[in-house]
């Protein structure tokens, strides 16, 4: 079973009741919690981490900022927050370097990935290339791929052909909308996936409230695992 990674996130940045909505989900069952580098700022960041280790819930920080000083910026600051895993960014080598030593676990993206929201590029065989080459990198512990947001290639076949070719996690990230994608998700042997609009907008069955859109994943996951 994948692991589901609730993101405190809409339109690729933070949003901006994140300390309510973690607050709320304390005790929901879910093991993980992200939010990106774009939309919040540091202290707010801080303190969800806090609360969601008080959940007993492990934190990941997604970078999807555009510029390379932006980018080592939240890595930097990835050690401030406390964060237990950091995501994204296409600057493996520096991040390799001021992660070290921290125990943050550390899944850059693979392929090319460009603007915000973040899009990814290149033909899928490069792509799991890439991502070999990355987790055969010490300091790198998986990747994170815009499976869903790569403009012509399938995301099954692409999360497949990249799982095949790491070791580590992979975490399908951005854009998951339905239980079938999900499933597919699943089926291609995503470590995890990480929802944060469809939440937000109340995209799946059950209640409308964020806690309820949660139990409604984590269900799915459930039933499927039974």
Known sequence: MSEFIFML????ATVENAIDVVEQIAGSGLRYVGYKDVGATLETLREVAAIAHESGMEVMLEIVTTSAEDELRSLRNAREIGVDWVLGGTHASDGVEILRGSGIRYC???????????????????????ARELTETDGIDGVDLLAYRHATADPLALTRAVVDAVKGPVIVAGSIATFEQIEHVEQAGAWGFTIGGAIFEARFPGGPSVREQIASVLGALG????
Do not use: C, M, N, R
């Not at 996130?9 to 690729?12: Q, R």
């Not at 039933?223 to 039974?226: G, H, L, P, T, W």
């Open 223 to 226: 039933s499927a695992a039974a």
């Open 108 to 130: 850059p993206f693979p392929g090319i990935v460009e603007g915000h929201p973040s899009v990814l590029k290149g033909a899928p065989e490069w792509i799991a290339d890439h």
């Open 9 to 12: 996130t809409h339109d690729d």
